[in-house]
């Protein structure tokens, strides 16, 4: 997932906001230079001014104008402006990859040919590059809704702790 070997990474505001709420915004100290599109930036500022002073190499940048075929999928997927101007830069700067953990950007990001990860990727990421332990990551998920706002469907967060759980 290293931003050099992809192009830049390109992150919304959600998986900056719940990686820090869950005190692990700096598991995304070694994917490379992250650009925060200035709509994401402000919202991160407004919700989780400390995701912003984590120390991660994050890039604030401006998207420009809006593409109409973005616009039209914004508008059909009532996507926000942070959301716009992620899919905006990361087709800017060709990124073959997109943080976001909203399902309507996922949707928006997949038809426009991006790849797409969220919070819960980036913590299992954690488990691949031995960053973080199976049962820590599993403690992080069982932690999820109380600590953190993500919302995540309660099946699908016991899926993702019975994967954790098979980790060392």
Excluded at 1 to 14: I, K, N, Q, S
Excluded at 26 to 40: N, Q, S, T, Y
Excluded at 55 to 61: E, V
Aim: hydrophobic content about 45%; overall charge negative; charged content about 20%.
């Amino acid at each position: 997932m290293a931003a050099t070997e992809r192009g830049p990474l390109v992150c919304d505001a959600g998986p900056l906001i719940h990686l820090d709420e869950l005190g692990c915004v700096g598991l995304l100290d070694d994917v490379g230079e992250i650009l925060v599109p200035v709509a994401v930036w402000r919202e991160v500022e407004q919700h989780r001014l400390g995701a912003l002073r984590a120390g991660i190499p994050l890039r604030q940048i401006g998207a420009g104008a809006i593409p109409p075929d973005i616009n039209v999928l914004a508008h059909a997927l009532n996507l926000h402006a942070g959301e716009r101007e992620a899919l905006c830069v990361a087709r800017q700067y060709q990124s073959k990859l997109l943080l976001t953990d909203d399902t309507a950007a996922r949707l928006a990001a997949g038809s426009l040919g991006i790849s797409v990860h969220g919070t819960i990727g980036i913590l299992f990421r954690a488990i691949r590059t031995a960053r973080k332990s199976g049962p820590e990551i599993t403690a992080l998920l069982r932690s999820l809704p109380a600590a953190s706002t993500l919302d995540v469907r309660r099946s699908l967060l016991d899926e993702f702790i019975r994967q954790a759980e098979q980790w060392p």
